[in-house]
């Protein structure tokens, strides 16, 4: 069964630091592995999709990756702003049922200024 | 083109009511996706539609939970006489043509059961 771990639960850094926020799931047979934000009471928001066969992703200032023999992903935030305070969510799509999305529980940033 | 719409987005209830929550996809996608967050949880998948047929339902509780995507009209998640520990937030996600596909999430129905 795949299970998704999100280490740390939550993270506060002063604003500036560079940071990593960490995703490791028990399954390599994935398709694909993504990363979202989700703010306070809000819905959630795609931020980065790596496929199974990529080794990494970037988008400005985020950038993620995949090592998917060892069941490992990274978030990699550089220059963290108080506006990256949210949830990040990882979630992975198995090979075995591809519609259901099997998500971690989160790492809570806050940024402070 | 609207997103994947979801309504209410709070909804209180007594124990033992009903709760129905709607979801209306992004125009054009024919497969709704339900998942459930706990208070501190990451989400949880419950269910997985296509206009009027169930293929996976494997996430949702037997008894009380019930969901359907009509062939008219948006996808309806109904909770039956609801407990305190159905309070949570449910989200609704859509994709075009298959389950492979990118889901899209609504903004989700946030339910307190008192």
């Known amino acids: 069964k795949q299970e998704v771990t999100q280490i740390p639960a939550a993270l506060s850094v002063p604003e500036g630091e560079n940071l990593v926020l960490n995703c490791s799931f028990t399954?390599?047979?994935?398709?694909?592995l993504q990363w979202f934000r989700q703010d306070p009471g809000k819905g959630l928001t795609s931020l980065l999709l790596i496929q199974s066969s990529q080794r990494e992703q970037t988008s400005g200032r985020l950038n993620a990756s995949l090592d998917k023999s060892s069941g490992r992903s990274t978030l990699y935030i550089a220059a963290s702003q108080p506006g990256d305070s949210a949830t990040y969510l990882c979630?992975?799509?198995?090979?075995?049922?591809?519609?259901?999305?099997?998500f971690g529980s989160g790492t809570r940033l806050l940024v402070r200024p | 083109n609207a997103g994947v719409m979801q309504n209410p987005r709070h909804l209180v209830r007594r124990r033992g009511q009903e709760a129905r929550l709607r979801c209306s996809p992004m125009?054009?996608?024919?497969?709704v996706y339900w998942y459930r967050q706990l208070p501190e949880e990451g989400l949880k998948f419950m269910v997985y539609?296509?206009?009027?047929?169930?293929?996976?339902e494997s996430g949702m509780p037997k008894e009380r939970f019930s969901a359907e995507f009509p062939k008219e009209g948006p996808s309806i998640l109904r909770i039956q006489q609801v407990v305190r520990g159905d309070s949570a937030a449910y989200f609704c996600?859509?994709?075009?043509?298959?389950?492979?596909?990118?889901?899209?999430f609504g903004p989700g129905t946030r339910l307190l059961v008192l």
């Open positions: 125009k054009g996608h024919s497969h």
């Open positions: 996600a859509s994709s075009l043509l298959t389950g492979e596909e990118t889901q899209y």
């Open positions: 399954d390599s047979a994935i398709y694909n």
């Open positions: 539609l296509q206009k009027e047929n169930i293929i996976d």
């Open positions: 979630a992975v799509r198995p090979m075995d049922s591809s519609y259901k999305l099997i």
